[in-house]
Antibody, heavy 116, light 107 residues
Framework: EVQLVESGGGLVQPGGSLRLSCAASGFTFSSYWMSWVRQAPGKGLEWVANIKQDGSEKYYVDSVKGRFTISRDNAKNSLYLQMNSLRAEDTAVYYC?????????WGQGTLVTVSS | EIVMTQSPATLSVSPGERATLSCRASQSVSSNLAWYQQKPGQAPRLLIYGASTRATGIPARFSGSGSGTEFTLTISSLQSEDFAVYYCQQYNNWLFTFGPGTKVDIK
C-alpha cells in the first residue's frame, strides 16, 4: 500500500524558514517523480514543485521560485521542501504527492502557518 | 504558465439530478487533464485522468470528456456523497496547474 506521510509543519514568523519532510513507503520511491501541492485555508489547490526521480530536474510555481527548494533522498525514501523567506500567503496545508502527471496518491497534509 | 478556469464556481443540484462541470485551459493541453473531488478536511481524490479515463474504484456515474482546451466532468445522477468541491488539473508538462474549483452543493 502506497503511503505518504508529511511532517515538519508548524507556526513560523514572516521571514522565517521551515523544512517539510515526506516519508514514502509501499512503492519504489526512486522510480517516481514527486510533488508538493498546497492549499491555503478555504482556498483551492496550488501545485508548488516537482522533482524528477534522480533530482536532476526541478520545477516550481513562480510564487515560490528562489525561496523554496524541493529535494529528495532516495536512500531514505524521503522528499523534502525547504521553505525560506516565508510570507503570510504561504500559510497552507502542504501535501506530498506522487504524480504520474495526474496525482493518484496524496499524503494527509501538514499545516504551515506564517504569522507573527 | 497554463491558466485553468472552471465554471460555474458553485452548482446547486438536487440528489438524483445530473451535474455538468466545465474546465478550460488557456492553451491546448491535449488530453492531459485530470479531475479531483475534495471533501472538507480530506486530501483530493482522483476521479478522472487522460480527460476521460476513470480512476480505479470510481463509479460509472462520473464521466469526463474533451480535449485541447475545453473539458467537461459529468455526474449522471448525484448521490449524497458527491456533494463536494471538484478541481481540474492540467499536466501537459511538469509545470502543473489546477483550476479554482467548482463547489457542488445541495439544492
Amino acid at each position: 500500500e502506497v503511503q505518504l506521510v508529511e511532517s515538519g509543519g508548524g507556526l513560523v514568523q514572516p521571514g522565517g524558514s521551515l523544512r517539510l519532510s515526506c516519508a514514502a513507503s509501499g512503492f519504489t520511491f526512486s522510480s517516481y517523480w514527486m510533488s508538493w501541492v498546497r492549499q491555503a485555508p478555504g482556498k483551492g489547490l496550488e501545485w508548488v514543485a516537482n522533482i524528477k526521480q534522480d533530482g536532476s530536474e526541478k520545477y516550481y510555481v513562480d510564487s515560490v521560485k528562489g525561496r523554496f527548494t524541493i529535494s529528495r533522498d532516495n536512500a531514505k525514501n524521503s522528499l523534502y521542501l525547504q521553505m525560506n523567506s516565508l510570507r503570510a500567503e504561504d500559510t497552507a496545508v502542504y501535501y506530498c504527492a506522487r504524480p504520474a502527471g495526474y496525482v493518484h496518491y496524496w499524503g494527509q497534509g501538514t499545516l504551515v502557518t506564517v504569522s507573527s | 504558465e497554463i491558466v485553468m478556469t472552471q465554471s460555474p464556481a458553485t452548482l446547486s443540484v438536487s440528489p438524483g439530478e445530473r451535474a455538468t462541470l466545465s474546465c478550460r485551459a488557456s492553451q491546448s493541453v491535449s488530453s492531459n487533464l485530470a479531475w479531483y473531488q475534495q471533501k472538507p478536511g480530506q486530501a483530493p481524490r482522483l476521479l478522472i485522468y487522460g480527460a476521460s479515463t476513470r480512476a480505479t474504484g470510481i463509479p460509472a456515474r462520473f464521466s469526463g470528456s474533451g480535449s485541447g482546451t475545453e473539458f467537461t466532468l459529468t455526474i449522471s445522477s448525484l448521490q449524497s456523497e458527491d456533494f463536494a468541491v471538484y478541481y481540474c488539473q492540467q499536466y501537459n508538462n511538469w509545470l502543473f496547474t489546477f483550476g479554482p474549483g467548482t463547489k457542488v452543493d445541495i439544492k
